[in-house]
């Protein structure tokens, strides 16, 4: 029986907020559908080189009063980069908070703009820790 991977879904409170924290990744949107009878809107969105709207967000067009803390989401998601360092800085830049910086060269977490939780893992082996990052304190919860 074969099984392959096709996407995560996350529902979105403000979708073009949303849509450009994961532009802010390297992601871009690939497709998009507007349901009229359902009253949402479905943008799938990738990095570059990879398989076709790996991440759906799903856009209610009636408020959801319950996001971005009703527990419908999940988890995390997780993004293989190619420099940890370069990535978390051009985030922070951008105004979004690094909530467990890369201390070790390998491995952070920021969150969407929903409260997603976003794992960020360096390819390869881990870079040299280095500062502002090494010394850098955990803000909020990932």
Not at 46 to 74: M, Q
Request: charged fraction near 25%; include cysteine.
């Amino acid at each position: 029986m074969g099984i392959e991977y096709y996407h995560v879904m996350q529902r979105a409170k403000d979708l073009d907020k949303t849509i450009r924290f994961y532009e802010l990744l390297g992601l871009t949107e690939r497709r998009r559908y507007d349901s009229e009878a359902g009253r949402f809107t479905n943008v799938f969105m990738s990095p570059d080189g990879t398989a076709e709207g790996n991440i759906e967000l799903t856009y209610n067009w009636d408020e959801d009063p319950g996001l971005p803390s009703d527990g419908r989401h999940f988890g995390h998601i997780a993004f293989i980069v190619d420099d940890i360092y370069g990535l978390c800085q051009h985030l922070m830049d951008n105004g979004v908070t690094i909530n467990r910086p890369p201390r070790d060269g390998h491995m952070a977490f920021v969150r969407s703009p929903d409260n997603i939780s976003v794992e960020l893992l360096q390819k390869g082996d881990s870079l040299a820790p280095q500062e502002p990052w090494l010394s850098m304190e955990n803000t909020g919860h990932w």
